[in-house]
C-alpha cells in the first residue's frame, strides 16, 4: 500500500508544520509583549519517543535543535540521522556511565546536577576531542525549584550552584552556558521562573557569559520567555501526545 504510505507522510508533515508554525507564532507574540522585540529563544524541539523520521520532517522544516532525554534514543537517532547535521541537546537525568555515549553526540547537556556528572563528562569530552576533535560541549546546570523533596524530578538546589560551575568553568572541553530548570507542579511557572532569573543573575555575576536559560516547555513557555529564558524545550505542542512505549 505504497500510496498510502505516501499520503499518511504528507499528512504528518503537513500537521507538523502547522503545529510548529502555531508554536513560533507563540513565541515571537511572547518575545514582543515581555519588550524582547526580535531577541528570539532558541527552539529546542524534544522529540523523546517519536521516530527518527518526525525528526527528518521537522528538519525539512528549518529546526536545527532537537533535544532527547534517554541516550540510548538519542545515540540511534543522532547516528541515522547524521548527515542532517542536527545539534542534539540532551536534556535527560543522566547517568555518569553514559557520559562516553552522550559526548558521542551531543552538543550540550541540560541536566548537569552534580559534581561526578562534570567530572565524567570532562573525561568522555576529552576523548572524543582527542578521537574525533569534537566541539566543546555546553552544559547548563540543572536547578530543582521544588522545595517539596518528595517531588523532586532531577537538579542540584540553588544553594549548590556556585560550586558546580566553578568544577564546569575550570574543566577543559566543557563550556559553562548557564542554568535550566522544569517549573515544578503545583508552583505557578511564573513565579518558578522569576526565581531561576533571580539564580541566573547571580550565575552571570561571578561567570559573565553563563547568560543562558534554558526554561520554558509547552504549556509555560511564554511565562518563561518573560523571564529571561534564551532557550525552549518543547514536545508535546510540536509533536503532539508522545505515543506509548512498549
Ligand atoms: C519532555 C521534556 C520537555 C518537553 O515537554 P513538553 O511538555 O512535551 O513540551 C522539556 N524538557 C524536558 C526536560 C523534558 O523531559
Redesign the pocket.
Known amino acids: 500500500m505504497k500510496g498510502s504510505r505516501v499520503v499518511k507522510d504528507a499528512e504528518r508533515f503537513a500537521e507538523l508544520s502547522e503545529r510548529l508554525a502555531a508554536v513560533r507564532s507563540r513565541i515571537e507574540s511572547a518575545a514582543d509583549a515581555s519588550g524582547r522585540g526580535g531577541d528570539l529563544p532558541t527552539l529546542i524541539v524534544?522529540t523523546?519517543f517519536h521516530p527518527a523520521e518526525d525528526i527528518r520532517r521537522l528538519a525539512a522544516l528549518g529546526v536545527r535543535d532537537v533535544?532527547e532525554?534517554r541516550d540510548q534514543e538519542a545515540s540511534a537517532k543522532s547516528a541515522e540521522l547524521a548527515e542532517l547535521g542536527l545539534h542534539w541537546h540532551f536534556?535527560?537525568q543522566l547517568q555518569t556511565k553514559k557520559a562516553k555515549s552522550v559526548a558521542r553526540y551531543a552538543h550540550a547537556v541540560?541536566?548537569v546536577d552534580r559534581l561526578q556528572l562534570v567530572d565524567s563528562l570532562a573525561r568522555a569530552v576529552a576523548t572524543e576531542q582527542d578521537a574525533s576533535g569534537r566541539t566543546p560541549l555546553d552544559c547548563f546546570i540543572q536547578v530543582s525549584l521544588d522545595d517539596d523533596a518528595g517531588a523532586h524530578r532531577g537538579g542540584a538546589s540553588p544553594s549548590e550552584v556556585p560550586v558546580l560551575a566553578e568544577r564546569l568553568a575550570d574543566a577543559e572541553g566543557l563550556v559553562l552556558a548557564g542554568v535550566?530548570a522544569?517549573a515544578p507542579l503545583g508552583a505557578g511557572p511564573e513565579e518558578s521562573f522569576e526565581r531561576l532569573a533571580a539564580i541566573s543573575a547571580r550565575l552571570a555575576a561571578e561567570h559573565p557569559s553563563a547568560t543562558a536559560i534554558s526554561a520554558g516547555?509547552?504549556?509555560d513557555l511564554e511565562a518563561a520567555i518573560r523571564f529571561g529564558a534564551t532557550h525552549l524545550?518543547?514536545?508535546?505542542?510540536?509533536?503532539g501526545s508522545?505515543p506509548a512505549v512498549g
Not at 233 to 239: F, K, N, Q, T, V
Request: aromatic share 0%; charged share 20%.
Open positions: 524534544v523523546k533535544g532525554n536534556v535527560g541540560h541536566s535550566m522544569v516547555m509547552s504549556q524545550r518543547i514536545g508535546s505542542d510540536i509533536l508522545r
